[in-house]
């Protein structure tokens, strides 16, 4: 079966960048994304097709891809985004996939 | 505004059986692709099961035999039926929704706040 890795946790202080990376085989040709999620509430799209930000988002989120990686950065980190984070793949034969999850603590 | 409620969940012994529902508001559960995404207990997501807008059903191979996707129009209402539930079935559901748009179906828009189904004796 298809697997994404992502680190357990990720730490950063606040107003620092923030880089969570997620990669997998052949990560190159399928389309990724990645969720926010808060305890107690619903998962949120960050970043869609690779590098795109939903309306909402605000521009401190960025996605970019190299190779069989694709990185979540935050510039600017803020209290407020301390989060699970989980990468997700798609393609036609594995359909949705999710990576592990990053717990992103600002500290 | 596109919402999504969750229900159904509960304590289920082993080889029992549920149905999960997830209510759907301020879209059609029918004219788009929705799916099932469960989190085991310290685990990451995994997708479970999609209904296509054209009806289609297509699962993991996890569940494929035992997870039944299906929706209904006139309750915009998405379902899971579930039999022969095993303890590793045990999670919290989610279900969500791939936007209406032609690159829609690669990611998940919306979601709910889940609903914990745990099977044990």
């Known amino acids: 079966s298809y697997e994404l890795t992502q680190p357990p946790s990720v730490s950063v202080s606040p107003g620092q960048t923030a880089t969570i990376t997620c990669s997998g085989d052949k990560l190159e040709n399928k389309n990724t994304c990645w969720y926010q999620k808060k305890p107690g509430q619903s998962h949120v799209l960050v970043i869609y097709?690779?590098?795109k930000r939903p309306s909402g988002i605000p521009e401190r989120f960025s996605g970019s891809k190299s190779g069989n990686t694709v990185t979540l950065t935050i510039t600017e980190t803020q209290p407020l985004d301390e989060a699970d984070y989980y990468c997700q793949a798609w393609d036609s034969r594995t359909l949705w996939v999710f990576g592990g999850g990053t717990n992103l603590t600002v500290l | 505004e596109v919402q999504l409620v969750e229900s159904g969940g509960g304590l289920i012994q082993p080889g029992g059986s549920l149905r999960l529902s997830c209510a759907a508001s301020g879209f059609s559960v029918s004219s788009t692709y929705m799916s099932w995404v469960r989190q085991a207990p310290g685990k990451g997501l995994e997708w479970v099961a999609v209904i296509y807008s054209g009806g289609s059903t297509y699962y993991a191979d996890s569940v494929k035999g035992r997870f039944t996707i299906s929706r209904d129009y006139s309750e915009n209402t998405l379902y899971l039926q579930i039999i022969s539930l095993r303890a590793e079935d045990t999670a919290v559901y989610y279900c969500?929704?791939?936007?209406?748009?032609?690159?829609?179906?690669?990611?998940?828009?919306?979601w709910g706040q889940g609903t914990l189904v745990t099977v044990s004796s």
């Open positions: 969500a929704r791939s936007p209406e748009i032609p690159t829609g179906k690669y990611f998940f828009d919306y």
């Open positions: 097709q690779d590098s």
